[in-house]
């Protein structure tokens, strides 16, 4: 019985062989580099943090240069793209969080009160960035 088992374990394994993913591939999180630089999907999340680095989120409160914050995007379908805002401080660490509705460009800081998140202003070229390269 368990020679009949062991058969066929190895025939039920033979097959075609399992493709292995690249790492950030397969993992649904990415954290978002420096300076947008690229044309694909992938890099239209760069033009994202640069939109959001360009808002008046409050950033002095956390007494960081903008430029240290990346983004994790936590959630992106058709109409809405959640993100984490993250710093490397000796350790990783979430200032907050933001949500961006691509129909009408509206970027809301949710960290404080997700019934009311407060609408955020930017500079409109990376929003344009962002959408052209999302069209492509």
């Known amino acids: ?15 075609e062989p399992v493709k292995k993913e690249k790492a950030a591939d397969s993992i649904a999180v990415r954290r978002i580099a420096e300076a947008p630089a690229g044309k694909t999907a992938e890099n239209c999340y760069d033009y994202l943090t640069e939109l959001v680095r360009s808002s008046n989120f409050p950033f002095s409160e956390w007494k ?26 000796g350790g990783s660490g979430i200032i907050g969080w933001i949500e961006y509705r691509k129909k009408d460009g509206r970027l809301m800081n949710t960290s404080a009160n997700l019934e009311q998140p407060l609408v955020l202003k930017y500079d409109a070229k990376w929003k344009d960035a962002f959408d052209s390269c999302v069209a492509r």
């Not at 019985?1 to 097959?15: E, I, T």
């Not at 903008?66 to 490397?88: F, G, M, S």
């Open 1 to 15: 019985m368990l020679g009949l088992f062991l058969v066929l374990l190895f025939c039920s394994c033979k097959g």
């Open 64 to 89: 960081i240069d903008q430029k240290e914050v990346n983004l994790v995007i936590d959630y992106d379908n058709k109409e809405t793209i959640l993100c984490q805002l993250v710093i490397d401080s």
